[in-house]
């Protein structure tokens, strides 16, 4: 039986014995169970489900102290992110808890019958949204808890009422193996069945599964190319499934005049901290910098790049790739590095911070290599000239997770143009910060234009992730006894509903 | 120059001139029209975009005259059900004006600045809903007016600010360009540009547009193997689009014992009605009727379908498709036809109503065939001798827009798992009433699994259908000034926005 053996990335030795892929069989048995427990998953009380989310979270804090050592052997990301990283994992499913107790992500709208209404007579009508039935989660590798096993798009899709199959990352098996069995123990804690959760191994029970016609919607977090050919395998299915892919972002920042001038050192110093933040990798790090020339920040960015010392990446495919994509930046005709490139030889996958830069009009000629994502810590800085310069240079770039603009109170009459280039391009526009930070809230959205995302139309986190896992049903002049408790009259879960146009509670 | 050109379907004469198919060049200009439209209509203020709306209603409805007999003479479906289903189009128009100034289509949802909250301080974040960009709409045969130009696709992609591109349907060009015509001509007269809305012909430019980088989205109403080709094109895109394609639905319908003998009579009549209204060429046909052995209803079925004549189809395709998929249900060696044959050799694309028997253990075997789609005025009785021989026919069938019930009130304490095989197999559950007509309202919900729709988790008509073309955008600490009117302080537009948590106005 093949194993899906992780490296520990500090020292390249193996970080454990290594977990078995999911057999075929066993992979089907799993999504078997998946299907058979969708009803009951549906039909159990909000409050119950909510009580399962946020036991998860209590179980999942309480084996902090062992689960935290085990994701840095395997990620090397530092106990102190890992720590802050499951806290946010926790709040998360605690945060979907609170939102599906709410009421108002069912989005329960009601017709009363009206036999005189236009254009024809118009029966009961009652429409709530309604789990979708099992979805696989593809794990990330730069998240092991808040986009991992764990992560948004599992605790969203279990919020939402949908068993959960995730496939784990490559890179962390052993702590994905140890947060399932959490996970499964709390499972069953709450004699709820099995199949409402399972983790599984291996690519190709990833592949196997996202053409499983058990499996009724997918998330994936990570590069464009594995998530490329995965929304292939689904939207090529004989029926074709929802797929939600989070991929690779640039996420431009711009820099005007004025505010280069008034704080550039400040801009400079908080643009290298946000882009070697985990050591780029995030994908809201912020790849592309635009500041206009004669900027005068090249030894202050110099300076704060070379103090940041080269760090283990969270695996040996990320480190090539990125040494990969950092070497032809360096090598490439209309770009210059920042600082002199620094070797690192020692064992493990270790990667270099760097900065580059180059010319708004060589980026915009280029822009096919140079906005191309380098997940890692490297950025490049782009100069313009002019605004025309850096609406140019800002059309050539693809959707990204999110935009932001360093500006004064005195860009505000002149910026138009220059957001509505922004503004088609991101899912999140930043004012003077930075966007490395992903807010988990009500008002949360992360999601772009591809490809930065596959469906621009939905956010993978924040409270509205839950919808992505559920689709409308209507109910017809139908009787009281075979309603959801949510559509009956007198509204005995007392949660938001839309009565002949108008919100009531 | 190639011709779009349609026929009369009661002569098989020409219906009119034909249609210049729109050439490449044109068809691109089109496009960039759109786009550099599309900002202006996303800033057009909510009551000037509802003012379009309802004057293209008015407009449209002042044509009356006009527009009835040519749709009559491309589509020979009746001036009392055109006048009918152009004032479905057009109160279509009015309640997508009356949702957006409601406001709730905006999702507003605002969080605080909050510099304590877990995981992390969190910055002012503020949320809604944002129109995708051009949209590009594929009209149906069978609905020249409520899913043609001036269609729910049309009306609800206007109605979120994005412009339109409709490819119109071979069938009904002569309409296609009339409805356009004036369509444009409330454009101009409220001083918006012509590019946000666009009446294009020819198979070739509705392929060439699904693939245009400039296309943000795309809409489709017809056939299942028409609507797979071109998801198949916008999902292989370089750059994937969201495609909400509503393709075929069986539709099935189940009579219990109790409703089969209090009732029986009634249901015969009422179905055979709903299965040739509008000569069966409806995606809510009730396909299939599951009803006990032994019901004694052959001879009132058998009569009801006896009186209804020979029609023309919407089309010749139609009619040809209708003939060969009646003609192999009636060849088939497990299902017997209610009726004997008639026979219709006039000119034109004429249909006969027919209607057929199965065994429910026969259906289940050949579900492969008997379950697929026949559109056109016939239905497929499926006759079950246990709950168990039910369930297990129902089990064989693919997604559905709608599942019906006629029942009892002595049936509602063992319906459960019935109830349980249809609920994930349509979007629309109907308690003793009949499929075919679709109430347009807010808690509509027209869409359901694969094939009936590419997308379960939207509907395609009714107030949430603007939902399709909306992608949400978050501004992060975003000074007043650069905000949309929508998210300020004060809420100037008084729309109805979520803050912290909780709905306020």
């Not at 009601?110 to 009652?126: E, K, Q, V, Y």
């Not at 929304?231 to 820099?255: H, K, M, W």
């Not at 040494?323 to 920042?338: D, I, M, N, P, T």
């Not at 009787?479 to 408790?485: S, V």
Request: charged content about 20%.
């Amino acid at each position: 039986m093949k194993l899906v053996e992780s490296v520990n990335p500090r020292t390249g030795e193996p970080a454990g014995p290594g977990v078995s892929e999911t057999p075929p069989a066993e992979l089907s048995s799993a999504l078997s169970l998946a299907k058979s427990a969708a009803r009951r998953l549906a039909v159990e009380p909000i409050t119950e489900r909510a009580a399962l989310l946020r036991a998860i979270a209590d179980r999942l804090d309480d084996r902090a102290e062992e689960l935290v050592p085990l994701a840095d052997t395997e990620t090397a990301l530092g106990k102190p992110r890992l720590t802050a990283e499951l806290t946010r994992a926790t709040f998360q499913l605690r945060l979907f808890a609170e939102t599906i107790e709410e009421g108002s992500f069912l989005d329960v709208t009601i017709d009363t019958p009206s036999p005189n209404a236009a254009p024809g007579p118009r029966p009961d009508l009652r429409r709530q949204l309604e789990p979708l039935g099992p979805v696989l989660v593809f794990a990330a590798s730069n998240f092991p808890f808040a986009f991992g096993i764990p992560g948004g798009d599992t605790a969203s899709a279990l919020a939402s009422g949908c068993p959960v199959i995730v496939k784990a990352h490559e890179g962390h098996p052993e702590l994905s193996r140890r947060v399932g069995e959490i996970i499964n123990s709390v499972v069953a804690d709450h004699n709820l069945p099995a199949g409402i959760f399972t983790v599984v191994f291996g690519q190709q029970a990833g592949r196997d599964a996202v053409v499983d016609p058990r499996i009724k919607a997918a998330g994936f977090t990570g590069s464009t190319n594995g998530g490329r050919a995965l929304y292939d395998l689904a939207t090529g299915r004989l029926d074709p499934i929802p797929f939600y892919g989070e991929l690779g972002s640039i996420n431009p920042t711009v820099v005007t005049k004025a505010a280069a001038r008034a704080r550039g050192t400040d801009i400079a110093t908080e643009f290298v901290n946000s882009f070697t933040l985990d050591h780029g990798q995030l994908c809201t790090k912020p790849g592309l910098l635009f500041v206009p020339v004669g900027h005068k920040l090249d030894s202050a960015l110099a300076e704060a790049v070379s103090v940041v010392p080269p760090a283990p990446m969270v695996n040996a495919r990320v480190a090539e790739s990125y040494a990969k994509l950092s070497a032809e930046l360096s090598a490439h005709s209309e770009v210059r590095s920042l600082i002199t490139p620094r070797l690192h030889t020692e064992p493990g996958a270790w990667g270099v911070p760097c900065l580059f830069v180059t010319s708004a009009e060589s980026f915009t000629e280029s822009a096919e290599t140079l906005a191309e994502e380098c997940f890692g810590p490297s950025s490049l800085i782009v100069e313009y000239a002019s605004t025309h310069e850096l609406i140019n240079a800002l059309q050539a770039i693809e959707g990204s997770l999110t935009a932001t603009i360093h500006g004064e109170q005195s860009d505000l009459q002149s910026l138009g143009p220059v957001l509505d280039v922004l503004r088609p391009r991101a899912g999140r526009l930043i004012w003077n910060d930075w966007p490395t930070d992903v807010p988990v809230a009500w008002a949360t959205q992360h999601g772009g234009p591809w490809p930065s995302s596959t469906n621009p139309t939905h956010s993978s986190v924040g409270a509205s992730a839950i919808r992505r896992w559920m689709r409308p049903v209507a109910y017809q002049a139908f009787p009281q006894e075979l309603l959801p408790e949510s559509l009956k009259d007198g509204n005995p879960l007392g949660v938001p509903r839309r009565i002949d146009g108008a919100i009531r509670r």
